[in-house]
């Protein structure tokens, strides 16, 4: 047991054994955490009801024991729980910002675009977890990706090595991502709020997949204008322009998607 003060409402902070037994403690969890791991029980609940929330530790004789989990759980040692139920390290994991992007980015394009091993498990998200995000995000240290980041991390090498099937799940999720592409608004109200809208990170960037297998942006970087044209109907035409990929353009979302883009 602790050492008290005399009316036992308190522990004393500088005992001597006070402190050797807070070492103890944190040491305890620490291996605690590595035994349930390989029990298959290393959950995001878990990890949420370890000393994560710094609030609660800082300043405190049991500050100690905040500090030894968290040296574990930034460490080498494979722990969080990623989107492809495995664990993995801090280092080589991102944290996902919203769900949408968990679903149309996988772990092989984790891997192309971030330079990480996959995502955080999505279930991160979810409300009932929100001091383990904080604690991945501020603690930790995290990488963490939201749209905004995703549109910055978008690279001509990586749509390139996408396929036609996922550029039209692609598209069919810009619809509801319009930040991402849409044009400079300027300064005014929006949303109640008066704000500058700038031009979304993808407007300028190769997103476009053409007949031929070539990817291009949609607008002259020089003059603002259409330099891509949907697909005609009529195969008589003789085309001299770039044209979308008719596989592509042919679907519902997808196009929906090019209608309002170009």
């Known amino acids: 047991p602790y050492n008290t003060s005399t009316t036992r409402e308190d522990i004393r902070k500088k005992d001597p054994w006070n402190r050797a037994l807070i070492e103890s403690t944190g040491d305890l969890i ?25 609030n609660k530790f800082e300043d405190t004789i049991f500050e100690p024991i905040f500090d030894k989990v968290l040296e574990l759980l930034s460490g080498e040692q494979k722990l969080i729980p990623t989107q492809s139920n495995k664990y993995d390290s801090a280092a080589n994991l991102v944290l996902p910002l919203n769900s949408s992007l968990v679903d149309i980015i996988n772990k092989k394009q984790v891997q192309e675009l971030f330079e990480r091993n996959d995502w955080v498990n999505s279930q991160i998200l979810r409300t009932e977890f929100g001091s383990l995000r904080n604690y991945f995000f501020e603690n930790i240290d995290m990488d963490s ?17 996408q396929s036609d099937d996922w550029i039209i799940r692609f598209y069919g999720w810009l619809i509801d991502n319009e930040d991402l592409w849409r044009k400079d608004q300027g300064c005014g109200w929006y949303d109640n709020e008066f704000q500058k809208l700038e031009e979304g990170t993808l407007r300028s960037k190769h997103i476009i997949r053409l007949e031929d297998g070539a990817n291009v942006v949609p607008f002259s970087p020089a003059t603002g204008d259409t330099c891509v044209y949907l697909p005609s109907e009529d195969k008589s035409i003789d085309i001299n322009f770039d044209v979308v990929n008719s596989k592509i353009a042919k679907d519902g979302q997808a196009r929906e998607f090019l209608e309002k883009q170009v």
């Open 30 to 54: 620490s291996e605690s955490i590595l035994e349930i791991k390989t029990m298959g029980l290393l959950t995001l609940s878990f990890l949420e009801s370890m000393p994560v929330d710094y």
């Open 145 to 161: 990706v939201g749209t905004e980041q995703f549109g910055e991390f978008f690279t001509y090498e990586f749509m390139k090595n």
